[in-house]
């Protein structure tokens, strides 16, 4: 497998408030050609956000989506993983999970980059959210 | 004593690479582990690559090392160049050399508007540009060609049926020619991976709360780590929660129902998580559980493991798909000499097919307008080339350096006033670094266009492809 993984910051599990208002902002940038990526919450089989969603930046490639969003099922332990893929290797996802305080401030889960010249790699990174 | 120590040497160098996949173990958490782990019990049998690009100088040149056009250029631009060759005919003295530069409008197109070519989103949109190159270069003419002037050579390549460009499933601007089997192979790798994706997250999950309340774990790490948590806990309106769940063994909680664990088992569960299954901790808790535990683990993988293989040949056949769908391209080159020296127009369609896994077929048909410049000196005809290339090592990257290929090649010309020119050939394309290539070929003819005899040539050049050498350098940042 060739997948570079350069970790700013990495957490496994996370606990979100969601009745206080709290929330989670996840992000994905890719630097490369043809993304093929899913972030699903595995827990109840949802695609949460993948490239076929309308990019919130073009140049970059952004994507973004907060979590729950009010049509969301919320399970009180979930999964939250995302699948990349590399077909149009050389490609970078980097991507970021923002845990989102009821004050507003802001706490950073995850801030990682994954890099491939491999077009047949792929790679999971899967974050535990519970919730209240 | 030599025996001793080499043994001595031997033993050293076990013992390092020991301790130094140890190493690596203590490196990664229970999420990239796992990916390790799923990884080695799928198979990835994908070895082609790209073939169909080409960036060798112009088949019509006499330098040129390739007897062979095909349907589509470099990205960006490439360039060949033809140092030298050797020849059976005792008459050749004088090297040939050729260069030419081949640039796509894309390439063009985003200079003009002053992006990066490489930008994803600007790729995506601006397929269409790909589609058409031009190509620009001059060849010193060979010695019994009997001009002594430099050609110049011009031409351009329209890309008609554009199966292997990876946005050809996107929204095109120009053209777009949907190759619908691609489209479906990608459609089917992307729900592959959604599965995979949400798989991936019941193994991790389940594995954690395996580990959890792992008996071994529970005893030295859980239940210690619980009864401080709840301790921490103790004060005010948490008291009672406390005194409820202080009770309970590890057992008895984090039950298989995830909606029944109260707010603390949540909270200790992330903590736990955080701290346990990181870089710094999961180590330890692999030593913790053992073979046993690993087995364990094992077997939750394979229970799931149908997920990875499919993501797998969905990759495969996508990429193969890609690699060998069929391209059909029209071009159109000339080459002029000032003076008395004679000039050439050709009209050529190419097409080119996978016909098997790392074999690649192009087909060459044109027809040839020639103009001696004297009295009845203008000639017609067409020629038709077939060539085999063989991809003779596995090379896994759609870009980097490429793989060492075995092309076989032949030739029919058919021009008015003169007699049929044959030709064979065979090359070897050998990568020097990512973007630069040496092509060394031998040609076989049953003559010359002026000399009637046999005759054989080896040529041997560079090609340098800009897209994977601007690759190269991006990633190597």
Known sequence: MGVTKSPRKESVAVFVEVSGGEFLLYRVTVRGVRPIFTLVDSEVNVLLLSNKNTPANNSPLVYERHWPLPADSREAVANHTLGMNFQAAPITYSYVVEHHLANGSLVLIDDIDFTSSTPEDWFFQGLSVTTD | ?477
């Open chain 2, 1 to 477: 004593m030599k025996t001793v120590l080499l043994c001595r040497i031997a033993l050293a160098a076990v013992v390092v690479l020991i301790s130094g996949r140890s190493l690596l173990a203590q490196n990664e958490n229970l999420n990239d582990w796992l990916n390790g782990r799923i990884n080695a019990k799928v198979q990835a049998q994908i070895d082609q690559r790209s073939n169909a690009k080409q960036t060798e100088g112009p088949s019509q040149s006499p330098n040129s090392t390739s007897l062979v056009d095909q349907t589509s250029a470099s990205d960006l631009v490439s360039m060949a160049l033809s140092l030298a060759g050797v020849s059976g005919n005792s008459s050749d003295n004088n090297s040939p050399k050729s260069l030419s530069v081949t640039a796509s409008a894309y390439s063009l197109y985003a200079l003009f508007k002053q992006q990066d070519p490489l930008d994803a989103q600007f790729y995506n949109d601006n397929a269409g540009w790909r589609r058409f190159s031009l190509t620009l270069g001059y060849d010193n003419d060979l010695p019994q060609s009997g001009n002594s002037n430099h050609a110049t050579i011009a031409g351009a390549k329209f890309l008609i049926v554009n199966n292997r460009d990876l946005s050809s499933c996107g929204n095109l601007s120009m053209g777009s020619i949907k190759s619908t089997t691609r489209c479906k192979s990608e459609a089917k790798l992307f729900d592959s991976l959604k599965i995979a994706s949400s798989s991936f997250g019941q193994i991790e999950l389940q594995i954690q709360l395996y580990l959890l309340k792992r008996d071994d774990v529970a005893a030295t790490l859980t239940a210690p780590e619980w009864k401080a948590f709840l301790e921490s806990k103790r004060a005010g309106p948490n008291d009672a929660v406390v005194n409820q769940l202080e009770p309970d063994s590890v057992k008895d909680l984090f039950g298989p129902d995830r909606s029944k664990w109260t707010r603390f088992e949540k909270m200790f569960f992330v903590e736990f998580a955080n701290k346990h299954f990181d870089t710094a901790g999961f180590p330890a808790i692999l030593s913790l559980i053992g073979k046993d535990g690993i087995a364990q683990i094992d077997s939750v993988i394979a229970g799931q493991a149908q997920a990875f293989l499919d993501l797998t040949d969905s990759g495969t056949q996508a990429l193969e798909e890609l690699r060998t769908a069929p391209q059909f391209s029209v071009a159109f080159a000339s080459t002029t000499r000032p003076g008395t020296g004679a000039n050439q127009y050709v009209a050529e369609t190419i097409f080119d097919y996978g016909v098997a896994k790392r074999i690649n077929l192009s087909l060459n048909n044109t027809f040839t307008y020639k103009d001696l410049k004297t009295l009845g000196g203008i000639t017609r005809g067409s020629r038709f080339v077939g060539e085999l290339q063989f991809q003779l090592t596995k090379e896994k990257r759609l870009t980097g350096r490429d793989p060492i290929s075995f092309d076989v090649g032949g030739e029919g010309e058919w021009m008015t006033k003169t007699s049929p020119t044959y030709q064979g050939q065979v090359k070897v394309n050998i990568p020097i670094v990512d973007g630069i290539n040496l092509p060394v070929s031998i040609t076989f003819a049953n003559r010359t266009d002026l000399i009637n005899e046999r005759d054989v040539i080896g040529k041997f050049g560079f090609t340098f492809d800009t897209t994977k050498l601007l690759s190269f350098f991006t990633k190597s940042k």
